[in-house]
């Protein structure tokens, strides 16, 4: 099996943008553009780790932070590709080139997709995010980053991708795993839970516009976890009614 971490970085997002996946000091690959986001770094990471280990007959396993580009390969591209590359409320996908071709990257493939938080000391996910902020920094020096090693034999194809080919992908649970406590949840939503006031221990992903988030008070094992729907509208997340 193929272990290796994928992720991206952006300066100012939108700004000078960076992706990179890392397996060892010997094999990594970073890249990035002059004028990107965090979620395009993200998709791209691993849409070339993918095209780079096509070739190899082994299973692979990507740590990502972003429980975007998880839910994104994991939960959400079917639907999108079964409405025309249209999200359920009819808007068009974010950053659609890049999700076709990881659509196309994903046949056959057999992935296993693991969420690590970000920033914690996870050795594979600490250097993918160095290695992606250096290409972002060298972007904004006017530099080209340096692509890495990669894996020998490999070849990529990477889709034109650009900001404002659709609205920006708001990415409001990045990071968001159950009991990590420091957390700002829901915005202009009552009544909600706010960091840090609150301990998120559950959060599933029903569809790109809709979760379900199971909260309690921190500190307090024995309080008892309150749960509700949340439904996205524009900028902002409301608790559904029926919700329980």
């Known amino acids: 099996m193929i272990i290796a971490a994928a992720d991206g970085s952006a300066l100012g997002n939108p700004g000078p943008a960076g992706w990179a996946w890392y397996v060892d000091d010997d094999c990594w690959a970073s890249g990035g553009w002059p004028h990107g986001t965090n979620n395009m770094g993200e998709l791209m990471a691993v849409l070339d780790l993918l095209q780079q280990t ?7 396993r990507v740590y ?7 839910n994104t390969v994991t939960k959400w591209m079917a639907g999108w590709k ?25 046949q056959g493939r057999r992935v296993d997709f693991v969420w690590v938080k970000g920033h914690a000391g996870h050795e594979l996910n600490e250097a993918a995010d160095r290695l992606a902020n250096a290409a972002a920094a060298a972007y904004r020096d006017g530099r080209e ?9 490999s070849s990529t194809a990477h889709p034109a991708a650009s900001v404002g080919q659709v609205e920006p992908e708001p990415d409001l649970f990045s990071g968001l795993g159950p009991e990590e406590p420091d957390v700002v949840v829901l915005a202009d939503a009552a009544p909600a839970p706010t960091a840090p006031d609150v301990e998120v221990v559950s959060l599933d992903l029903l569809d790109g516009d809709t979760v379900r988030l199971g909260w309690r008070v921190p500190g307090d094992p024995s309080a ?18 029926d919700g329980s």
């Not at 096509?54 to 692979?60: G, K």
């Not at 980053?145 to 034999?153: L, T």
């Not at 008892?224 to 009614?241: I, L, Y």
């Open 54 to 60: 096509a070739h190899l007959d082994d299973e692979l």
């Open 224 to 241: 008892a976890v309150r749960s509700g729907v949340w439904e996205r509208a524009g900028d902002q997340w409301r608790r559904r009614t």
């Open 145 to 153: 980053p340096d692509p890495g090693p990669g894996i020998p034999d």
């Open 82 to 106: 079964r409405r025309g590359w249209r999200k359920g409320d009819g808007k068009p996908v974010m950053n659609v080139e890049l999700v076709k071709g990881l659509d196309a990257a994903m």
């Open 64 to 70: 990502c932070d972003s429980t975007y580009v998880i």
